[in-house]
């Protein structure tokens, strides 16, 4: 079946560490890939996107590369704030029309 | 643009009686919904997909009789958790999706909504 596992948090970076959340994936087919962040007190919003194979998915400082050959999509970010401190959901869209997310990776950024 | 509302944002309500949570599409129609749960320090899950005008179709594991679920219009659906207890107490997560084909991937979250049964 379809899964999303992505490292354990709570990972604790000192602003402007370089950040890399790991996330793998277990799919039929070339699923479409996702990051999602969620605030303190507020809903998913979309990171950024990959759809297909070496497709790489950026948005606000942050990158992730479809990697079919390891079925991967690693969460990088060169210079993280403390602004970033959120939970990370990695997540693919399968075939079946659903989104399935991994467990989250709670980010906190001390100044 | 593509805003979901949820309302309310929190809600305790007694063992034994039903509450209803709103999922709002606020500038768009939303002929697809979603509903999630979220445990602490945990993954969404998937409970129902609601499409407009028809039933809802729930995922394994999910009991239809206890979470009903209503999309009554292109922009309202409405999850109704009937005889709540304190195991039913959770983070409700709605999610909308843009109609048309061409980015069937493309979900809108709503804040979610803090369930407490006491």
């Known amino acids: 079946g379809n899964s999303v596992t992505q490292m354990e948090g709570p990972v604790t970076l000192s602003e402007e560490a370089f950040l890399t959340i790991n996330c793998t994936y277990t799919a039929t087919g070339y699923p479409s890939l996702f990051w999602y962040v969620q605030y303190p007190g507020e809903g998913l919003q979309l990171l950024l996107k990959a759809t297909k194979a070496d497709d790489k998915g950026s948005n606000k400082g942050f990158e992730a590369t479809y990697r079919k050959e390891t079925t991967s999509f690693h969460l990088e970010k060169g210079s993280v704030q403390v602004s970033d401190s959120a939970v990370y959901f990695c997540?693919?869209?399968?075939?079946?029309?659903?989104?399935?997310f991994g467990q989250g990776t709670e980010l906190s950024v001390k100044p | 643009g593509a805003v979901v509302s949820q309302h309310p944002s929190w809600v305790i309500c007694k063992s034994g009686t039903s509450v209803k949570i709103e999922c709002r599409s606020l500038?768009?129609?939303?002929?697809?919904m979603f509903w999630y749960r979220q445990f602490p320090k945990q993954s969404l899950m998937l409970m129902a997909t609601s499409n407009e005008g028809s039933k809802a179709t729930y995922e394994q594991g999910v009991e239809k009789d206890k979470f009903l679920i209503n999309h009554a219009s292109l922009t309202l659906s409405t999850l109704t958790v009937t005889s709540a207890h304190p195991e039913d107490s959770s983070f409700y997560i709605c999610s909308a999706r843009l109609p048309g084909l061409a980015v069937p991937y493309e979900q809108y979250f709503g804040p979610g909504t803090r369930l407490t049964v006491t």
């Open positions: 500038d768009f129609q939303a002929t697809t």
């Open positions: 997540a693919l869209y399968n075939q079946g029309g659903k989104l399935i």
